[in-house]
C-alpha cells in the first residue's frame, strides 16, 4: 500500500482533495441553508410582533359591526405584490389584500384559499390572543405566515400575515452578504484544493528526484565498491619488492579464499641471493604475485643471505606461472615445487599447509 502510495502520491492526493473539496461544498451549503433559516426565523418574529401590534390596535376600537371594523382596520393595513394581510370569520374569508389582486369579501372560505397541506394546518393552529408563525405554501410560493385568533362582538375572527421568503431572501443587502460570503467560501476550497494538489505535485517531482538520485547513488556505489576491491587488492598485493614472513601467509590466504580468487598456484624455490632474486622478479614477475620467506621469523636484512621463498601467483595457472618464472631460474634459484590450487581442492589454507610440511 506505500508503495502504491508512493508510485500515485499525485493520483491519490487528488483523490483525497476531491473527496475533501466535495465534503466542504456540501457542508457550505449545509451552512448556508441554517444561515438562511436563522434569517428567516428573526424576520418570521418580527413579523410577528407588527400582527401583535395590529391586534392590539384592534382590541381598543369600540364596538362596531363586521363591516365597519373591515373596512377601519383591514382597509390601513400595508399590502405589496410578497406581502398581504387575510381576514376570516369561523370558515368565511372576508378579506385578503394585496396590490395584485382584488380585494375579495365572502365569495369563498379560508379551504378554498389556504389551498395546501402547510396552509391549511397553519390556518387549523392558529390560537385565540397568542401570535404564531408556520412556514407554507400556496400555488408554489413559500411564504412566512403569521396569524392569530381573536374575538370580537362575540364572534372568532382569524388575521393573518404572509410574506413571500424572497422579500427577505432575495432583499439587496441580505443577497449581497450571501454572494460575498458564499465566494470568500469557494475562494478558500479552491485555494485548499489548489495548493493541495500544487503541494502534491511538488511532492511527487521531489519523490522522483529521489528515486532517481537513489538509482544514480546505486549505481556509484557498486562502482566505488568494485574500485575499492581492486585498489584493496592491489594495495595488498602489488608489492614487487616486499618480502613477507611465513607467519602473514595465513592471513593472505584467508583473504584470498574469501574474495573466491582462484586458480592459484604455489611455487617453492630454494635462493641463494634473496637480494638479487628481487631485483629481477621485480622486472619479470606480474605485480600479483606475492613472495613470502620459508625460513621462520628471522628478519634478514643481508640481501645475500640464502634461503627458501614461497611465491603465490593469483589467478594463474601452474602453466602460465611456470611460464613467468622460468627466466628467473638458474644456478642460484632452484624449483623445488610447483602446484595448482582450486576451491574443489578444499581449504587453501590446508592446501599451502599441506605443502609447506612436504617440502621443509
Not at 168 to 187: M, P, Q, R, T, V
Not at 206 to 231: M, P
Amino acid at each position: 500500500m506505500k508503495e502504491f502510495l508512493k508510485k500515485h502520491y499525485f493520483a491519490a492526493t487528488a483523490v483525497g482533495v476531491s473527496l475533501l473539496a466535495i465534503l466542504l461544498v456540501l457542508a457550505g451549503w449545509r451552512f448556508m441553508n441554517q444561515y438562511e433559516e436563522g434569517v428567516l426565523e428573526v424576520c418570521a418574529e418580527q413579523q410577528d410582533a407588527y400582527v401583535q401590534l395590529v391586534l392590539d390596535q384592534i382590541y381598543v376600537r369600540e364596538n362596531r359591526n363586521d363591516a365597519a371594523i373591515i373596512e377601519e382596520i383591514l382597509g390601513s393595513l400595508d399590502a405589496s405584490s410578497n406581502k398581504y394581510w387575510t381576514f376570516s370569520r369561523e370558515e368565511t374569508m372576508l378579506f385578503v389584500k394585496d396590490v395584485t389582486e382584488t380585494n375579495k369579501y365572502k365569495g369563498f372560505t379560508t379551504a378554498t384559499y389556504y389551498i395546501s397541506d402547510s396552509a391549511a394546518d397553519f390556518l387549523k393552529s392558529l390560537r385565540l390572543n397568542s401570535v404564531t408563525h408556520e412556514r407554507i405554501e400556496i400555488e408554489d410560493r413559500k411564504y412566512i405566515a403569521s396569524g392569530v385568533i381573536f374575538e370580537y362582538g362575540g364572534a372568532e375572527y382569524r388575521l393573518c400575515l404572509l410574506s413571500n421568503e424572497e422579500v427577505f431572501l432575495d432583499n439587496n443587502a441580505f443577497l449581497g452578504a450571501k454572494i460575498n460570503i458564499s465566494l470568500c467560501y469557494g475562494l478558500a476550497v479552491a485555494l485548499i484544493v489548489v495548493g493541495a494538489l500544487l503541494y502534491a505535485h511538488r511532492i511527487g517531482l521531489l519523490h522522483a528526484d529521489i528515486a532517481e538520485k537513489a538509482g544514480v547513488t546505486t549505481e556509484l556505489n557498486a562502482s566505488i565498491a568494485k574500485l575499492n576491491e581492486r585498489l584493496l587488492v592491489k594495495t595488498t598485493y602489488d608489492m614487487r619488492r616486499t618480502l613477507f614472513q611465513e607467519s602473514m601467509l595465513a592471513d593472505f590466504l584467508a583473504r584470498i579464499e574469501s574474495k573466491g580468487i582462484a586458480p592459484v598456484t604455489f611455487v617453492i624455490l630454494n635462493c641463494s641471493n634473496e637480494g638479487a632474486f628481487l631485483d629481477r622478479a621485480q622486472v619479470l614477475l606480474d605485480r600479483s604475485v606475492l613472495r613470502f620467506r620459508l625460513m621462520g621469523e628471522q628478519a634478514y636484512t643481508d640481501s645475500g643471505v640464502p634461503g627458501q621463498l614461497m611465491l603465490v601467483f593469483l589467478n594463474c595457472s601452474r602453466t602460465t606461472a611456470y611460464e613467468n618464472l622460468r627466466a628467473l631460474l638458474n644456478v642460484s634459484v632452484t624449483l623445488r615445487v610447483i602446484r595448482e590450487w582450486e576451491p574443489k581442492l578444499g581449504s587453501i589454507t590446508a592446501f599451502a599447509d599441506e605443502l609447506r610440511s612436504q617440502n621443509r
